[in-house]
């Protein structure tokens, strides 16, 4: 055993404690007396009493009786009563606008006029390596990809020269009906919304095959992104295609291309090329708000 040390537990020894261990039953208080003997601190406890004794008086001293217990439930039901009743009534489109005006102060919307007035969907970009691309061999080789969002809104609005010229010059083969704004979030949220980028709007028109298939072409204006590892949005137009049934108003849930334009020799002569850069996928706003809650 462990000697105890000289001074303060010699001085315990000499001493004869008695400790009150009380579990509170119902009405009862069980308490053990423990007698002192020697143990490791020169102590044990023995168990060998049992004292009860009755708490009842004390119980009623303290308990409420039912009468007023009901009658400071009456009380709190009045006091909620006369809070609820002085709220004033807010109608549900009050409360609509309301949202509507805190979710457009996120610079990855569209403003409520746009919303209101033109075709929105929101695109899920996938940007990275793709099979068949054109872009530099190192472009992406490590396989790491760019993941964001942004709101964009088709318009019936004409574009003006300088829009339609920025456009691709693809199906030459077939008809293709005038190009017409495209307006867009003024960022590209990325990552999660960890990054961003500035994006502006482009145009868009809507080309048909000669075996009557349609595909919606468009592009946006793109500030660019810094070099995440080997990887990164060059800054320009991003050139966007998926197929559609009649226009903008539905378009398909399939995988779309995105693309950029650099010059190379890909085609045999020195000239502008498409380079796939990621694919997409389109959803109506409002099914996409549903979904991401933003």
Request: net charge positive; charged share 25%; hydrophobic share 35%.
């Amino acid at each position: 055993p462990i000697q105890p040390k000289v001074g303060t537990v010699k001085m315990i020894s000499n001493c004869t404690t008695i400790i009150l261990l009380c579990i509170l039953l119902q009405n009862d208080c069980t308490a053990f007396t423990m007698m002192q003997t020697r143990n490791l601190f020169g102590y044990h406890v023995h168990s060998n009493r049992k004292v009860n004794r009755n708490f009842s008086t004390f119980i009623q001293a303290t308990a409420k009786s039912p009468e007023e217990l009901r009658r400071e439930a009456e009380e709190l039901r009045s006091a909620a009563r006369t809070l609820r009743e002085s709220i004033p009534e807010v109608k549900d489109s009050n409360i609509l606008e309301q949202n509507d005006t805190s979710r457009t102060q996120l610079r990855w919307n569209l403003n409520m006029e746009q919303e209101r007035t033109l075709n929105c969907y929101r695109l899920y970009l996938d940007i990275g390596r793709e099979p068949g691309t054109w872009m530099d061999p190192r472009w992406g080789a490590s396989g790491r990809r760019i993941e964001g969002t942004i709101d964009v809104g088709f318009s019936s609005e004409l574009a003006s020269k300088e829009v339609v010229e920025s456009m691709v010059t693809d199906n030459l083969g077939g008809k293709r009906s005038q190009v017409k704004l495209v307006a867009s979030a003024s960022d590209m949220r990325l990552r999660g919304g960890f990054d961003s980028m500035k994006c502006s709007g482009g145009g868009f028109r809507v080309d048909v095959r000669k075996n009557g298939g349609m595909t919606l072409r468009f592009y946006l204006n793109a500030d660019g992104t810094t070099d995440f590892g080997d990887i990164s949005v060059p800054k320009g137009c991003l050139y966007f295609s998926l197929p559609c049934f009649g226009g903008p108003e539905r378009l398909s849930t399939r995988e779309g291309i995105i693309s950029v334009r650099q010059i190379g020799w890909n085609t045999g002569w020195r000239r502008q090329e498409s380079r796939i850069v990621g694919v997409f996928r389109a959803l109506t706003l409002d099914e996409a708000r549903r979904r991401d809650r933003f």
